[in-house]
């Protein structure tokens, strides 16, 4: 397998655009997780996917922010409208069943300007 | 609320020499722990997960233990190597359930020179 497919790997786009961020998880896995990863907050869960039904999105910033698993193989995380301290490095991971193991993805680094 | 913390943040040593990662969470009520190393502009590898009924996991170089009445785990990392030169971060997944969500430390960055 692939592994964790993310993206685009890098992002650059203005203030107040909308960004669309995508990730395929490892094929069979029936969890997902979006994390965002800065150098002041370390890394920060966003939402978790379990079946593609969202458990736990506690972590969502706020309302410009959205997430969406419509089917077992690709997720997406959007930003709309995006702000500068929205950049950071975003990250997709992927489990199965009931091992805990998370396997991540290469990320997105995501620059707003 | 778990809040789990990682000295020291960051970590230099000599090719060789044996040395031990700290994690500190403040609730013992855990399900597991698990150690990760993330590699610079890459995503993480899990390197190790301890359930909460196991007191430590080994994989080659690689020990880590846990100790729930104290809220501590270390990961040692014998004979450093300088591709041992990475952050390695702990989380914690507080519940059993559905609910997957870990808590993470801030890692430490740790250099392992030649």
């Known amino acids: 397998d692939a592994g964790v497919i993310q993206s685009p790997r890098h992002e650059v786009t203005e203030m107040g655009q909308e960004v669309t961020l995508r990730c395929k998880p490892i094929?069979?896995?029936?969890?997902l997780f979006w994390y965002r990863q800065t150098m002041m907050r370390g890394l920060e869960l966003l939402i978790y996917?379990?079946?593609?039904?969202?458990?736990?999105d506690s972590g969502m910033p706020e309302d410009r922010f959205s997430a969406k698993m419509p089917n077992a193989s690709f997720s997406t995380l959007k930003i709309q409208p995006s702000e500068p301290r929205d950049s950071a490095v975003y990250f997709c991971?992927?489990?199965?069943?009931?091992?805990?193991?998370?396997?991540f993805g290469p990320g997105t680094r995501l620059t707003v300007t | 609320k778990q809040e789990v913390t990682q000295i020291p943040a960051a970590l230099s040593v000599p090719e060789g020499e044996n040395l031990v990662l700290n994690c500190s969470f403040t609730d013992s009520a855990i399900y597991n722990l698990q150690w990760f190393r993330q590699d610079p502009g890459k995503g993480l590898t899990s390197l190790l997960l301890?359930?909460?009924s196991q007191r430590e996991q080994t994989s080659g170089r690689l020990n880590a233990s846990l100790d729930k009445s104290s809220g501590r785990s270390t990961l040692y990392i014998a004979a450093s190597q300088p591709g041992d030169s990475a952050t390695y971060l702990c989380a914690v997944r507080p519940n059993a359930g559905n609910n997957r969500k870990l808590i993470w430390g801030l890692g430490t960055s740790l250099a392992v020179n030649p």
């Open positions: 991971a992927s489990s199965f069943g009931e091992i805990d193991e998370q396997y």
């Open positions: 301890i359930q909460s």
């Open positions: 996917f379990n079946n593609n039904v969202p458990i736990d």
């Open positions: 094929s069979g896995h029936n969890s």
